[in-house]
């Protein structure tokens, strides 16, 4: 059997990176599709070339990794890098197989001419997963040659964030992708005509608010993105939203449950795992604990421990911890929330929510609003007594409470003191002067037993979150990094 020729290799090589021809383009494709807000993040970290560490792109798979990766090029041609010091290898092509990281740059210097001993070089790894051991190569290149930067990125994500934790200490810097926020839908969308232009509304605590031109036209697209809009590809393929179960269950969450996680961490019963997240999802933003979860499963209270963190490493879900009406932490974490980190899972395992079903939305909307903070870092919390409950709280480094959120989907809120009386009694306990909770359709603000309490519909609360929370990562000013990011 006749070896394959390295000048096919090459060949390919060249293929994949067609800047290295006279037109310096990326290719037809990546070039008509608009960026994800992201790249504003990922580029000013790639461009960090002092910094001797390999750039590790991970998230979840489908949420456009590969396109990100292009993109940036885009921009490094557009900003005057020479296009041949530039190589992208897409390491799961058959045609690599067998090869080391090594092996495939000196196919790049072969193909381009670059010497990437003396040459600043970019240098892409794309789904990096594929290569056995790929954690001990990449950190040897990043040792052996210090003018080049490298970015690996993977689909596998709670195997590459492992890796990286466990060999990539000092060598690797951890970016993470996560699904579409509501801004980044809308403007991929190109639906930023929905708001006025440059016109917001200053409210309590500084809030700025986008003043919306039609706020049901604004929850029709909510409700979508609830349903659809967690992954680039969905929202614009119609086929996509015909039969979420067949792209998101088939493609992207079956080979999480069923290839990634078993083969990473020897999941023995593939069909606990799986009962187990199904469950989880339909209880999103629901309250769970270990022991109802045993008891109606049968499976031991550790095992579901061990799925639940692989299923946060594979970011598919995320906890979140209860306090007390006191804001005070639990010293037997027994209760906890489980989100699904991208809404439209659910209606990928069961059916596209209603925007009358409010019952779903209410837990949908919650879900949507928490999956914008999972783009932000520290952790937020729930809060839950006796007789009441409060959806989101921020803490302070010291446990503070610093403010409070009470998410609804529905408008009776406006008439109803008794609907408040939860966040009010949790504001009176931590000395909070101001409370927000989220609507269907109706805005305004009216103090309650001496709380201000902002109402703010659901959806363009969730659109405020996203927008602030990577325009205020992008451009780096997070002077009040415990603060709320409606604040300005």
Request: aromatic share 12%.
């Amino acid at each position: 059997m006749r070896e394959i020729p390295r000048e096919e290799v090459i060949a390919r090589m060249r293929v994949e990176n067609p800047w290295w021809g006279e037109s310096a383009s990326v290719g037809s494709v990546f070039s008509t599709w608009r960026p994800r807000a992201y790249l504003n993040l990922f580029f000013p970290l790639l461009m960090k070339l002092e910094v001797r560490r390999a750039i590790l792109l991970m998230g979840p798979r489908r949420v456009g990794k590969t396109v990100l990766i292009h993109h940036a090029v885009q921009r490094l041609i557009k900003e005057g890098t020479d296009p041949k010091t530039i190589c992208y290898v897409s390491v799961d092509h058959p045609i690599y197989n067998g090869f080391g990281l090594d092996d495939l740059l000196g196919h790049y210097r072969e193909a381009s001419g670059i010497d990437t001993h003396s040459q600043r070089s970019f240098v892409f790894f794309d789904e990096i997963q594929y290569l056995k051991n790929w954690e001990t190569h990449l950190k040897s290149l990043v040792d052996n040659y210090p003018n080049l930067r490298f970015t690996a990125s993977g689909s596998a994500a709670a195997a590459l964030r492992l890796k990286s934790n466990e060999s990539g200490a000092g060598r690797f810097t951890d970016f993470l992708l996560p699904p579409l926020t509501f801004h980044e839908y809308l403007d991929l969308l190109g639906k930023n005509d929905l708001f006025e232009p440059d016109l917001f509304t200053t409210r309590l605590r500084g809030t700025r608010l986008r003043v919306v031109r039609d706020i049901d036209e604004l929850n029709n697209h909510f409700v979508h993105y609830l349903n659809y809009g967690g992954y680039p590809e969905a929202i614009f393929s119609e086929a996509i939203q015909a039969d979420p179960q067949r792209f998101i269950k088939s493609d992207i969450i079956d080979k999480v449950l069923l290839r990634d996680l078993p083969s990473l961490y020897g999941v023995q019963d593939i069909q606990e795992l799986n009962h187990l997240f199904t469950t989880l999802a339909y209880n999103t933003a629901g309250e769970v604990s270990l022991e109802k979860l045993a008891k109606s499963s049968g499976v031991a209270k550790n095992t579901i421990k061990r799925y639940i963190e692989y299923l946060e490493a594979a970011f598919l879900v995320k906890t979140v911890h209860r306090i007390d009406r006191n804001g005070k932490r639990f010293q037997r974490a027994t209760f906890f929330k489980v989100y699904l980190t991208n809404p439209s899972i659910r209606s990928a395992l069961f059916a596209p929510v209603k925007e009358d079903d409010n019952e779903v939305m209410g837990h949908l909307a919650e879900t949507g609003i928490f999956s914008q903070w999972f783009h932000h870092p520290g952790e937020r919390h729930y809060a839950r007594w006796h007789d009441g409950e409060v959806d989101i709280v921020g803490l302070s480094n010291r446990q503070k409470v610093l403010w409070a959120v009470e998410v609804k989907w529905s408008d009776r809120i406006a008439d109803s003191d008794r609907e408040l009386q939860n966040v009010i009694s949790f504001c009176k306990a931590n000395h909070l002067e101001y409370a927000l909770m989220t609507t269907r359709t109706f805005q305004s603000t009216r103090a309650v037993d001496g709380i201000q309490v902002e109402f703010v519909p659901a959806s363009l609360y969730c659109y405020t979150l996203g927008y602030n929370i990577i325009r205020g990562r992008a451009q780096e000013s997070a002077k009040k990094p415990e603060g709320h990011p409606t604040s300005t």
